[in-house]
């Protein structure tokens, strides 16, 4: 069985990737999604373009008047295809044209159908999108770069998987809910984000709903890896830089282990969803036993300092969320109700804190054998 995976170098993808490869026979296939924000860029040669949609005309416009970028074209037979671009007699760029259906120029500037032609090659029978940005903090100072990969890139996908009948699993997050309720959110609970990374998150789940029964989103939340850069390792690096650590104490929520947790789940979820009934195909998926991030911080530090992964204990201290001066607001409780989860899969999630241990025991291996 092949498995399609976008986001496959994200620390969830890097989880789900080696998962697969280790406990399965499956193939897994990645592709990556190019949703750069050309406006940054004086030059930029895309591939995939008809993955940004509506709007690459636009944008590339912008870049070219405001920037001076340089816009890259070939010679096509039927430019009514492509994005069109007319030059002047300087070979400069005057006009771009999205998919005309009469001109002059035989010049154009998109790229072939990624998914598609992937799919035409490799006939996977699932897509795992795992692929999106996750910094809140500069999702504020990044909004149209924000929705162009958590968003954009989604909707191009789903009504792909629907027409060349491949089953889309999408990961969402907790940030979707609202700060507004102080007991687990169901998974059809309504959102309503507070801030640019979770609006551009709630707007990807529409999508994917549209393309039901063949298309599902997990919320997950607090993910954690040995994978890449995460909370985890954040507190295991400042223990061993700092006297003193501040952490806040006043966000509660649950945290996710990616590796043999999350990643199993997807997997397992997604080859076998035909015998799983969950309403609106929305699942939550997180590990048992909610606390705050300080309280998670202190077992980051407790089982690091026992597995030799911090050599001194630096002093910890109880912070609010206010004192951070935070570019984004952060919801105080995004616990996510996993009751349904277990009942449907029948399965027991264990809790964060067994979870991080083998993560942590993970590293010190790694660490100490290296």
Known sequence: MKILVTGSTGFIGSALVKNILKNTGHTVINIVLQTIKILYYRSCLILGGSYFREGLDTQMTQAYTKNGATVLAYPVKNSGRYDAITLNSEKKTIFIEKKPVNTSSKLGITGHNQLTNTHKKYRPSYLVNVYAYTNAGKAELNNSLVTLRNSTALENLTPACKKIVITLLHTSTEYVFSRDQSTPYNPNDTCNPINIYGKSKFIDNKPTLKTKPCSFITKTSWVFSEF??????????????????????????????????????????????????????????????????????????????????????????????????????HPPYCVLNIANTEKVLNIKIRNWESALYEMLNILADKYHHA
Do not use: M
């Open 228 to 329: 890449k850069n995460n909370f985890v390792k954040i507190i295991l690096k400042l223990a061993n830089e700092k006297n003193s650590i501040s952490v806040v104490d006043d966000q509660i929520g649950r945290p996710t282990y990616a590796s043999s947790n999350l990643a199993k789940f997807i997997l397992n979820f997604t080859i076998n969803y035909k015998t799983i009934d969950i309403k609106n195909n929305i699942i939550h998926f997180a590990n048992s036993e909610n606390c705050c991030w300080f309280n998670f911080s202190q077992k980051v530090i407790e089982y690091g300092h026992k597995l030799k992964l911090i050599h001194n204990i630096p002093s910890l201290q109880q912070t609010k969320t206010h004192h951070l001066n935070l570019k984004a607001q």
